[in-house]
């Protein structure tokens, strides 16, 4: 299968993100808490997205080039959630994702790829190769995070472990599809430290932020901003 492997729209999508990063503290630090989605409310609560992400018969919708942020500021964590591809392209998974630095899993069809997004060029810290995935069916995610230990688990079964020193700021979590192809997305858990909760007031204009009545960044403008496989600069 020819190799997709497409960086994760940065400039645009950091600018029209950049305001959720003003909380309100909501849990102490050391609290341990449980949140599910099952994606049976369309109206998307506790999410910021872009236009053409939706929820259909319980299931989260994606276009490519668009994104869907979930709020909070989580540290250590144990996510799972559920995938499916329709077409060739990559479903991203951001966590601890801020504008000073995020890290970004690349799930491919047969490829997974743990991206530190810190300075340009960004660094690929683990990538595996896999088989047995069918377009159309259900792919079951696992990450966890503890200290500077990521694991991450495709159908139940250990595939990457990266160990690192130097762990980037807690942050939100973000969904994001490439290509020839739409995600879906089903039955989000999330157990860890979360220090803080939903974006509160009006935030104030940024650089690079739409101005009042326009629309949020479209799948095209997002497509333009992608990042390359190898060198970890723009298109």
Not at 24 to 29: C, I, K, N, V, Y
Not at 97 to 119: A, P
Not at 138 to 144: E, G, P, Q, S
Request: no cysteine; net charge negative; charged share 20%.
């Amino acid at each position: 299968m020819k190799k997709i492997s497409i960086r994760i729209a940065i400039v645009l999508l950091i600018s029209f993100i950049a305001v959720l990063f003003i909380f309100t503290p909501s849990q102490a630090q050391d609290d341990t808490v449980t949140e599910t989605e099952t994606f049976d409310n369309t109206q998307l609560e506790g999410w910021e997205h872009s236009p053409e992400v939706v929820v259909t018969d319980g299931v989260l919708q994606i276009y490519s080039g668009q994104f869907a942020m979930k709020y909070g500021d989580w540290g250590d964590f144990d996510m799972s959630i559920q995938v499916k591809f329709s077409g060739a392209g990559e479903i991203v998974i951001g966590y601890h994702f801020r504008d000073e630095g995020r890290y970004t899993l690349h799930i491919l069809t047969d490829e997974v790829t743990l991206v530190k997004e810190v300075s340009e060029p960004f660094t690929e810290i683990g990538s595996v190769n896999y088989s047995g995935y069918v377009i159309g069916e259900w792919l079951d995610i696992r990450i966890v995070l503890t200290g500077g230990d990521h694991s991450i688990y495709l159908n139940n079964e250990l595939l990457l472990t990266i160990s690192e020193t130097d762990v980037l700021t807690p942050g939100p979590f973000l969904l994001h599809v490439t290509g020839e192809n739409i995600g879906e997305f089903d039955n989000l858990t999330i157990t860890g430290k979360k220090t803080s909760g939903i974006p509160e007031g009006e935030p104030g204009q940024i650089e690079g932020e739409p101005e009042p009545g326009q629309e949020p960044p479209t799948g095209g403008e997002l497509g333009d901003m992608l990042w390359t496989p190898k060198t970890g600069h723009r298109a």
